[in-house]
């Protein structure tokens, strides 16, 4: 289809852009083949692109020189013309017919080369928009959420009103702005997800939502569990164990408290001889910033939780940013009010 749309646009028009187009997939593919060292055969149809733009430049020469080149005069035109007996013929009124102007072979050129020129910077500028089309924050568009649309919703998310569900906290929680939050704003989010659990040990009679979202360095976690533990009994917990990097706050006018804590590690060895299986163990350091449901801290609560493979841990600051940039947008959808 394209090539029958090229196929119509005038000589003086097609040739230059196929010439300009063949030049420059020529030069980026060689250079890709011998600075990046993407191999030769990415080199050897970079060569093609320059060999057929070469030949479409020696068709624009030969069409060029004929247009310059006249041809001689004949003997039948050099012979003398005798006049013949002329007819008077009745008299017609004249009729001034436009001169025709032959197309301007440069002008066509210049035409085609500058708006494939227009073309290529649009789709340039296009490219290094944001894809959301907001302001450059050097953050792309986050990854899609995956969620589990096909299970039937717990009972416990039925039986609690004003319980969120995984796809309320993903979409929240996976936005834009969150990787200039933890102080990487360059990378772009490379999993989401939003799962509908219930809280261990409750029979299923709990709900706690849950959404992840993956960066290459660290990743976060979003969850709500809807039991009637507080801030403060959970604080109180806390002091039981070492207690060190607890830390009580308040968020969004919340009662808060930031702890830490190792996350599990579970190893397989699927045949690969690789690893060994083995028991549970201790994985990396995660920090978890706790935020009551209400100011007045009357039950339940949302966790963020930031974790990275290398043990690396953004400053608490950053919690506390996420947590009042995310927090205020969970909202109820549509499947939770059906």
Known sequence: MLGFLVRL?????????????????????????FVDGEGWVPAVIGAVFLLGAALRVRVVVHALRARRRRPPATEAELAPVTPAPVTPAPVTPAVRRPVERKPNAFAQASFAIG???????????????????????????????????????????????????????????????????LGTPAERSVYASGTD???????????????RVEFETYTVELSATYNKLTV??????????????????????RPALLTSDHMMKIQFDLGSGEGASG????????????????????????????????????????????????????????????
């Open 9 to 33: 646009l005038p000589f003086w028009i097609r040739e230059p852009l196929i010439i300009l187009v063949g030049t420059v997939f020529g030069v980026r593919i060689l250079f890709m083949a």
């Open 115 to 181: 708006l494939f020129a227009v073309i290529g910077g649009a789709l340039w500028i296009e490219g290094k928009l944001p894809e959301d089309g907001t302001a450059a924050t050097g953050a792309s568009r986050p990854a899609a959420c995956r969620l589990d649309e096909d299970e039937e919703l717990p009972s416990a998310y039925r039986s609690t009103p004003g319980a969120v569900t995984g796809a309320d906290l993903c979409r929240a929680l996976n936005r834009t702005e969150l990787p200039e939050l």
């Open 197 to 211: 659990s219930t809280a261990p040990l409750t029979d299923r009679k709990v709900a706690q939502p849950e959404a």
């Open 232 to 253: 403060a009994q959970y604080a109180k917990l806390t002091t039981y164990g070492d207690g060190r990097d607890a830390r009580k706050l308040t968020v969004l006018g």
């Open 279 to 338: 028991p549970v163990g201790q994985g990396p350091l995660a920090r978890t910033l706790t935020v009551a449901f209400d100011g007045k801290d009357r039950g339940g609560s949302y966790d963020l939780t930031v974790w990275s493979e290398s043990g690396l841990l953004p400053d608490d600051s950053a919690l506390v940013d996420i947590a009042e940039a995310v927090l205020p947008r969970v909202t109820r959808g549509a499947r939770d009010q059906d």
